[in-house]
């Protein structure tokens, strides 16, 4: 069975970055790619970026393009999601979730809460 | 691409019938999914390629259209179908989610 499991919680400070991982196990392959969701308080989805292991490259939202890194470690099966520059706008539930392509999401991690706060 | 649903909540009796929709704001031909969050989950697939259901996800669940405009349809809403749906286009980078239809009991 395919699961995700994420990292645990983060408290930041402002102006400081965050790394959630996401390690992947039982069916996995070059065949899917991982994406990063997030969900602030009371909110809905906002699909921040994933990798394509087929280009060997990530698409990332324009709005999070100039401080967000999705990186693939193929050796432990994990993916980490780097997002810098934080503010208290970037306190949310962090979501990872495969992708089978032209199938939409089919697995998702159980999600990691990042706090921003002072 | 911008997914505007509808309506933003949805209120329903136990075993009627629930409607959504989901429109896109250019066409996303069928590359479309649909998923149900509960409180304090991750949201799970439901429907993909507008029509086709996800593995385990019951026939009571069922999703059409094409192009700019979709309907998800639960045929009898049961208890454990009263949660937030999302509708979601892959068809161009950036993915775009819909904000979501609360289905609640009436």
């Known amino acids: 069975q395919v699961q995700l499991v994420q990292s645990g919680a983060e408290v930041k400070k402002p102006g400081s970055s965050v790394r959630v991982s996401c390690k992947a196990s039982g069916g996995t392959s070059n065949t899917y790619g991982i994406n990063w969701i997030r969900q602030a308080p009371g909110q809905g989805l906002e699909w921040l970026g994933g990798?394509?292991?087929?280009?060997?490259?990530?698409?990332?939202a324009q709005k999070f393009q100039a401080r967000v890194t999705i990186i693939p470690d193929e050796s432990t099966g994990t993916t980490y999601l780097e997002l810098n520059n934080l503010t208290s706008a970037d306190t949310a539930i962090y979501f990872c979730a495969r992708e089978a392509f032209g199938h939409g999401f089919d697995f998702w991690g159980q999600g990691t809460l990042v706090t921003v706060s002072s | 691409i911008v997914m505007t649903q509808s309506p933003a909540t949805l209120s329903v009796s136990p075993g009627e019938r629930a409607t959504l929709s989901c429109r896109a704001s250019?066409?996303?031909?069928?590359?479309l999914a649909w998923y149900q969050q509960k409180p304090g989950q991750a949201p799970r697939l439901l429907i993909y390629a507008a029509s086709s259901r996800a593995t385990g996800i019951p026939a009571l669940f069922s999703g059409s259209g094409s192009g700019t405009e979709f309907t998800l349809t639960i045929s009898s809403l049961q208890s454990e179908d009263f949660a937030v749906y999302y509708c979601?286009?892959?068809?161009?980078?950036?993915?775009?989610f819909g904000q979501g239809t609360k289905v609640e009991i009436k």
């Open positions: 979601q286009q892959y068809d161009n980078w950036p993915y775009t």
């Open positions: 990798f394509i292991p087929i280009s060997g490259s990530s698409q990332y």
């Open positions: 250019q066409s996303i031909s069928d590359h």
